[in-house]
């Protein structure tokens, strides 16, 4: 028989718990009708361009994620990491400047791509062009998730995902008719610019471009080193496919796509996943510091057996239901399932010990994991590619994540301990 004291001590564990099992639920749901969207462009492009011109698109996508990662290591990782939970007059002010700067960041970087891609010329050199002029609208997009998240209304940032699918519908069939990677590309970018300016509407706030500088200095004990760190991420996996294009021909790019585009549901949520679990490892080590490795235990291992339950079920897909989805790129996108599968769960293992990091703002420790995961995917994609193409380098990249998943745990033990040593040591909030 419980006492009052103990009815009321259980009343708010159990509420927090409901609104823990809301936030993640809206984050699962964001992070699907993202990997849809995703998944829905890559199928598109490959059946309607073939193994080759999907590569180039390939390569406009991967430089994407390069410029995103920047836009977040200096805009929106620190918001996340710092203004999850506060009151909501610091949280306007923030993500005022927050999106500010991503917008600043896709401004400066687009128009570097616009001009390279006018001096390349020909199909690579479009895509990129086309590229430069609508990554502030992706840029933009991509903030206001994080806002949203950061508040803890990751509603908004389902809707938000979902009005962006909804527009890529009617700019995919435009894009089509033209037939051509830049088509794709503008399409792309036009159809998050309906999202990007939705997402003004849903949060009241109007991006400060021109306070970008101040945030960036506010933020520059943490920005400085999660810059480092998702530019060695996503600049190994750039390089990768870079050095796979040259060593084993564009089409080996398109395959490598196309298998990552099979297993898309959960490197959606590996890129989107600091949107959610960063800021919910915040609350857990504000309120429960003790079941934050738990906590980090349960995200990591959940994500890696979902990746292989996924992995396995791609395997009893018939070649010809394969066909119908990826056209041409099944054939040699469907060699590297095993492969691809392996790395995704390596990666999650890890993302499970990152986000606990991120939430200790323990900036040091994870800059040293992701240095020497980068180094890590990059060896083995392209000693992999160098052996044996697109295949070796698939599995040079699974051996690369499943073991720097290691490393990311260790580092997250070491800051544990510190911090249980010295609690005093939390990331400073405002």
Known sequence: MTTEKEEKTAAPAGSGRRALAGRLSWGLADQAASSVSNFAVGVYVARSLGVTAFGVFSLAWVTYGVVLNVSRGVATDPLVVRFSGVPEASWRAAVARSSGAALAVGAIVGAVCLAAGLALGGPV????????????????????????????????????????????????????????????????????????????????????????????????????????????????????????????????????????????????????????????????????????GRFCLLLGGGQAVAALLW????????????????????????????????????????????????????????????????????????????AAGAVGSAWGVAAATLASSTVWWVQLRSALREHHQNPNSEVRTP
Do not use: H
């Open 125 to 292: 050199g479009s895509a990129f062009a086309c590229l430069g002029a609508v990554l502030p609208a992706l840029l933009l997009q991509d903030a206001w998730r994080f806002a949203f998240f950061a508040a803890g209304d990751g509603r908004k940032a389902f809707v938000n995902d979902v009005v962006w699918g909804v527009a890529l519908v009617p700019a995919m069939v435009v894009a089509a008719r033209a037939g051509s990677v830049a088509a794709f590309v503008l399409a792309w970018g036009a159809s998050a610019a309906v999202a990007a300016a939705y997402g003004r509407v849903q949060s009241g706030i109007v991006p400060r471009p021109s306070r970008a500088l101040g945030w960036l200095r506010e933020q520059r004990d943490l920005g400085s080193r999660y810059l480092v760190e998702n530019v060695s991420l996503s600049g190994a996996g750039q390089l990768r496919a870079y050095g796979l294009g040259a060593l084993a021909g564009v089409g080996a790019v398109g395959a490598v796509r196309g298998a990552e585009l099979l297993l898309g549901p959960f490197l959606a949520v590996l890129m989107g996943l600091s949107l959610v679990t960063v800021a919910e490892a915040a609350r857990v080590l504000k309120r429960a510091p003790d079941r934050l």
């Open 311 to 386: 992995g396995a079920a791609l395997l009893l897909v018939p070649d010809r239901a394969g066909g119908l989805v990826l056209g041409d790129v099944w054939g040699t996108a469907s060699a590297l399932i095993v492969p691809a599968t392996l790395g995704v769960a390596g990666a999650g293992l890890g993302t499970g010990a990152a986000a606990g990091l991120r939430a200790l703002g323990a900036a040091r420790r994870s800059l040293r994991a992701q240095l020497f995961a980068s180094a890590c995917y990059a060896a083995g994609g392209l000693g992999g590619a160098a």
